[in-house]
């Protein structure tokens, strides 16, 4: 069993960045793509960004492309969330996910989810 805990969520405002952490802990977690969700209040879970096992592949929604950055660290058992020129629109909760094949952005095709870390952008 993998388990994944995000940090690094909090306030900001429109305009700046922040970092997203996610921690993994148990079975070898360079064998597993991992991905980023979020999901906004009264909104579905939409899919932000996914790498591959080794980081060599990325993935991410047209829509976030060019300011959100995924990365990993296998040595330290770690993904990130580099997020840039933040917009209100970012406010959402924001869930770290693994998947034990390439799931890119199928959020149903992932089997291990974080509690989630949260993100508030003030205009």
Not at 58 to 67: C, H, I, K, P, V
Not at 84 to 102: I, Q
Not at 107 to 119: C, D
Request: net charge negative; charged share 20%.
């Amino acid at each position: 069993q993998l388990q994944l805990v995000e940090s690094g969520g909090g306030a900001v405002q429109s305009g700046d960045s922040l970092r997203l952490t996610c921690t993994a802990s148990g079975r070898s977690f360079d064998t597993y793509s991992m991905g980023w969700f979020r999901q906004a209040p009264s909104k579905e879970r939409e899919f932000v960004a996914a790498i591959t096992w080794s980081g060599s592949v990325t993935n991410y929604a047209d829509s976030l492309q060019g300011r959100f950055t995924i990365s990993r660290d296998n040595a330290k058992n770690t993904v990130f969330l580099q997020m840039n020129d933040l917009k209100p629109e970012d406010t959402a909760v924001y869930y770290c996910a693994a998947s034990d094949f390439w799931a890119k952005d199928s959020s149903k095709e992932y089997q291990h989810w974080g509690q989630g870390t949260q993100v508030f952008v003030s205009s």
